[in-house]
């Protein structure tokens, strides 16, 4: 089966390898492996096991990072939103991955290189060879470059669920007083700054945590929210 020069692919990956037999290994899918006479090279099966160990750490750390007012409920299905079968696959379809995986004769006849669950399963082993390979902060980057699109994506949608505008209606049907909300804190350089808000009505207090004051005052009125008691306000 005649290949592509897998330095096409790299550029697609947007990572060269240090140690090209690693990112052979991550394409093996087994029934390549299966049928191969070479008893030296293994499927990418291992390396796709600690892919998706490592997938599901960056995207959960970029979450909690970029999204304060998610509990974990909400993190966690949002992760599983951003890494499955399906988003993986299209990712995978976007930088070319199926001309570059090997498969078996049988694989090939029935279009393995076009289903999603080869090609879910070949990503996963290529970030667990770029982490091998290059460690964490490279793969973390790597990672965050080609799941850009779908983070910002996450990022329209939890920006329309306005916290504040629902304490507003809450205390407005018992009191007719505005929360208010007030920076107490900043850290990080200006570029990536971190804001801490405190918001106080009533008898409550919240402080919100977040990259932007907007987010952090989100954070801090979904906080209130939970605790909001109309029976103990005073």
């Known amino acids: 089966m005649k290949k592509k020069d897998l330095s096409i692919l790299e550029k697609n990956i947007s990572y060269k390898f240090k140690n090209k037999n690693l990112l052979k290994n991550a394409l093996y899918h087994r029934s390549y492996v299966n049928e191969s006479f070479d008893k030296n090279i293994t499927s990418n099966e291992r390396l796709e096991f600690l892919g998706d160990a490592v997938l599901n750490l960056i995207i959960g750390q970029i979450l909690m990072e970029l999204y304060p007012c998610m509990n974990e409920g909400e993190l966690s299905i949002t992760r599983a939103n951003l890494v499955n079968e399906f988003s993986l696959a299209s990712i995978a379809n976007s930088i070319d991955i199926g001309s570059f995986v090997f498969l078996g004769k049988g694989e090939?006849?029935?279009?393995?290189?076009?289903?999603?669950?080869?090609?879910?399963?070949?990503?996963?082993?290529i970030i667990s060879a770029i982490y091998i390979d290059a460690?964490?902060?490279?793969?973390?980057?790597?990672?965050?470059?080609?799941?850009?699109?779908?983070?910002?994506?996450?990022?329209?949608?939890?920006?329309?669920?306005?916290?504040?505008?629902?304490?507003?209606?809450?205390?407005?049907?018992?009191?007719?007083?505005?929360?208010?909300?007030?920076?107490?804190?900043?850290?990080?350089?200006?570029?990536?700054?971190?804001?801490?808000?405190?918001?106080?009505?009533?008898?409550?207090?919240?402080?919100g945590v977040g990259k932007t004051k907007k987010i952090a005052e989100q954070d801090a009125a979904k906080k209130a929210i939970k605790l909001l008691d109309n029976s103990k306000i005073k």
Do not use: W
């Open 108 to 125: 090939i006849q029935t279009k393995g290189s076009k289903k999603p669950s080869i090609l879910a399963d070949t990503f996963e082993a």
């Open 135 to 207: 460690g964490f902060e490279k793969v973390f980057s790597v990672i965050t470059y080609h799941f850009n699109s779908s983070i910002k994506s996450v990022g329209i949608a939890e920006s329309g669920r306005d916290y504040k505008s629902k304490l507003q209606e809450l205390i407005q049907t018992t009191h007719k007083i505005t929360p208010v909300y007030s920076v107490i804190d900043e850290q990080g350089p200006d570029h990536n700054k971190t804001f801490c808000v405190k918001m106080s009505v009533c008898s409550i207090n919240t402080k």
